[in-house]
């Protein structure tokens, strides 16, 4: 009698190592770890961004807040694998359409969060406290708090606000109440602007984007983003003035207000269009958002160190 071979299951792509390595790495979100740029904030504003050895430490912070930030979404998205799957976009994740298995994602999330803080200790105790403070705020977020009405926005807003803190955890330098107030509101407009773009988002394709949107009406969410837009452009003008009186030229400072403004309006543009996703998706989507921020930049970096240069 005549064995009868039966032929191996096919493997499915994603499962291939390659393709689970490449759902990892995907899961890991490298585009967002342009938000650890705030890093660099502090010592930017200060003035101490051209001190010898400064550089090196604000590196290592930004490494440590990648790795930190990557493992987060690892956990994120593998506890919430269910719900993600039944979400328009959410869906092809790598989690969610079964590329990457739960546990291993969980698995690669110990070993990034565990890094993060290792890495964080070439920089400073303070930087070590900082992220130390982010992972466990972040992590009760994901288990317990993202349902939450308003601690769910506050955390989200927590998080940008303590990248833009361990710039000055990483070097000593001291932060301005001004720049807290900048980064604080700054980071709670972006996030009830994110929430309010999700609603418009759930009205219209009727999907379910996220629990803790049956918390909110459109109206509290714009009354959140208007007030901190308000506070946001306020202490930042008054901030200008203060680094003219620092600097002793109000020229580039006062004139940073105006693409600052602009590009706050026009960042509140595309949100209420309701088309408006992550902050980093709108920022590297919007090319005149994009003008505003260099034009931002460019005469902040010439009011505080315009002296330096000899302009």
Known sequence: MTDIEVPAAPVTPGRRPW????????TMRPRQWVKNV?????????????TPGIIPDLLVAFVAFSLAASGIYLVNDAKDVDADRAHPTKRFRPIAAGV????????????????????????????????????????????????????????????????????????????????????????????????????????????????????YTASYLRFVWALSATVLITAYCLWAFDIGEEQHNHTWSVISIVPFVIAVLRYAVDVDSGNGGEPEEIALGDRVLQVLALLWVGTLTLAVYAGVVGI
């Open 19 to 26: 393709g689970v390595a490449r759902g990892v790495l995907k």
């Open 38 to 50: 705030l890093v660099f904030a502090a010592p930017f504003v200060g003035g101490d961004l051209l």
């Open 100 to 215: 990457v298995a739960p546990r291993l994602a969980i698995g690669v999330a110990v070993v990034l969060l565990v890094a993060s803080v290792a890495v964080s200790l070439l920089a400073s105790v303070p930087l070590v406290v900082v992220l130390a403070v982010y992972v466990v705020v972040q992590l009760a977020y994901c288990f317990w708090l993202k349902h939450q009405a308003v601690l769910d926005i506050c955390i989200v807003a927590s998080g940008f606000l303590l990248r833009a803190i361990a710039g000055g955890a990483a070097t000593g330098i001291l932060l301005s109440q001004w720049f807290l107030l900048v980064a604080g509101f700054g980071s709670l407009f972006m996030v009830a602007g994110k929430r309010y773009a999700e609603m418009m988002l759930a009205e219209r394709t009727g999907a379910k984007i996220r629990r803790a949107l049956e918390n």
